[in-house]
């Protein structure tokens, strides 16, 4: 499904140093591992700016990032609408992220910064965008790490329109969520280190 041309000529890149490029990578097997995201709207205000964002986190087992969505808006003094893609750091940066909804063209959205956890990448975000990520199905994102290889992750975009239109999640469904969030990760890890432990002991006596 096509929601531009070319979504380069809808970007604006904040000025920004790419620094401390870690060793963190991400694959599509890691994302099929994470917690079972949805798309959350969640809104405050700042001094004179009243801003909203409508997200959508994937984390791995160990509570690493795997890919972020972010849809923000800012009104007030500062009139802003972004589009922003988070992923690990150790991103090859000329690559960008490719994005695609479902099986359309695949545009490019470029990094403009990278911090030592995560690199970012911005464009402006469109009512064409907004109109295409409603219609589908799914979200695509690819990055490309230093060693060249490709990094797929699919979001679904199953709850999307009823978080963008709807009404931002209260500060105590927010805590609520944080919290279950962090429970099914300690869950997880539990898990793993049990499974770990036991194919160790299952090696100890197979010798």
Do not use: H
């Not at 909203?52 to 003094?77: A, I, P, Y």
């Not at 990094?151 to 969520?177: C, H, I, W, Y």
Request: aromatic share 6%.
């Amino acid at each position: 499904m096509r929601f531009t041309k070319n979504l380069r000529a809808l970007s604006f890149v904040l000025p920004g140093l790419v620094i401390g490029l870690g060793s963190m990578t991400t694959n599509a097997a890691l994302a099929q591992q994470a917690t079972g995201p949805v798309w959350v709207k969640i809104c405050s205000k700042v001094a004179d700016n009243d801003t909203c964002n409508v997200k959508f986190e994937v984390v791995s087992n160990t509570g690493q990032l795997v890919t972020s969505v972010n849809l923000l808006q800012s009104k007030g003094t500062t009139n802003r609408r972004t589009f922003q893609v988070a992923v690990p750091s150790g991103r090859y940066i000329p690559e960008g992220v490719k994005v695609q909804i479902d099986g359309g063209n695949v545009n490019t959205v470029p990094y403009f910064i990278c911090v030592p956890s995560r690199c970012l990448a911005e464009i402006q975000l469109s009512d064409a965008l907004v109109k295409a990520l409603k219609a589908g199905g799914a979200l695509t994102l690819t990055s490309t790490n230093f060693r060249a290889e490709k990094n797929p992750v699919k979001v679904s975009l199953k709850g999307f329109t009823a978080a963008f239109d709807g009404p931002a999640m209260n500060s105590e469904s927010v805590e609520q969520r944080q919290k279950e969030l962090e429970s099914q990760l300690k869950k997880r890890a539990q898990e793993t280190a049990e499974k770990l432990k036991a194919a160790q002991d299952a090696a100890k006596a197979g010798n």
